[in-house]
């Protein structure tokens, strides 16, 4: 088990720029084995700029990728302006993955609202361009993984059918998001046992199950001990990634305490 901090916590267009806040902690870490977690944005053009100057920076840590999502989207039809974009922005991030030396690259399915009557088309070109995406991770080779999305509108994939996604394609990986779990209204138990074999990480956070709020983890009605207590039993080897916002308030200390709760709290500890 690894434990990664994502650069969300030092805000969502400046978490480039304020990767000090992380890099102390990672820094000194006594049992020297945390990670980072880079958001790819490719819609702010300094943010891609910043983030190759990352690279001798943080040579030498062990660092992930979310994928592009902000200005990017993942339903976008082939042949289309926001296909292009898509595509542009993704290799940008598996050349990035390459650069850095990550294993895997966050994949979120959809960023539009989804209404009923939409549903069956964009769930037909969302698999054509996992598929897409599944080929470059086999290129770089970098794994694709896929994470489940809060609902906007109907859901594109619901918990069965976002679970039917990894027997469709055996390459990808999944990252649960416990937050959008929550959301969601899932059960918890369910997806994680059913996929224990596939899930390679963890995003952790919490909220209202209202809002999408990234709060720290004890902080929202999501119950986080009975999550460890699924995670130690049926996924005691993934990736936990902390997913904390910049809005929250969240300090050095708040996410080191965090991470000191969560190496007692499981089985596999670094």
Not at 59 to 81: D, N, Q, W, Y
Not at 210 to 231: E, P, V
Request: charged share 25%.
């Amino acid at each position: 088990m690894s434990i990664y901090i994502s650069n969300l916590v030092c805000g969502i267009k400046d978490g480039v720029k304020n990767i000090a806040l992380i890099e102390e902690i990672v820094r000194h870490d006594p049992q020297s084995s945390l990670g980072i977690e880079l958001f790819v944005h490719t819609h702010i053009r300094e943010y891609k700029k910043e983030i190759k100057e990352l690279v001798p920076v943080l040579r030498g840590r062990k660092i992930t990728f979310h994928g592009p999502f902000l200005g990017v989207e993942a339903t976008s039809k082939p042949g289309t302006s926001g296909y292009d974009n898509f595509i542009e922005s993704y290799l940008f991030a598996y050349e990035l993955g390459k650069e850095f030396g990550s294993k895997h690259i966050v994949f979120h399915t959809n960023e539009r609202r989804i209404s009923p009557e939409d549903k069956k088309d964009l769930q037909e070109i969302s698999r054509q361009n996992i598929r897409t995406l599944l080929d470059l991770s086999a290129k770089y080779g970098i794994q694709l993984l896929i994470e489940n999305i809060p609902i906007k509108g109907v859901p594109l994939y619901d918990m069965e059918e976002y679970i039917g996604l990894f027997d469709e394609f055996p390459e990808a990986g999944c990252i649960i998001d416990i937050g959008h779990v929550h959301l969601a209204g899932w059960d918890m138990e369910t997806i994680v046992s059913r996929l224990q074999s596939r899930i390679q990480a963890y995003h952790i956070h919490n909220n209202d199950s209202i809002q999408d709020s990234h709060c720290r983890m004890q902080d929202g009605t999501l119950n986080l001990d009975d999550f460890l207590r699924i995670y130690n039993q049926y996924t005691p080897e993934a990736e936990l990634i902390l997913e904390y916002s910049d809005e929250q308030g969240i300090s050095k200390e708040d996410i080191i305490e965090d991470i000191n709760y969560l190496r007692q709290s499981t089985k596999n500890r670094p």
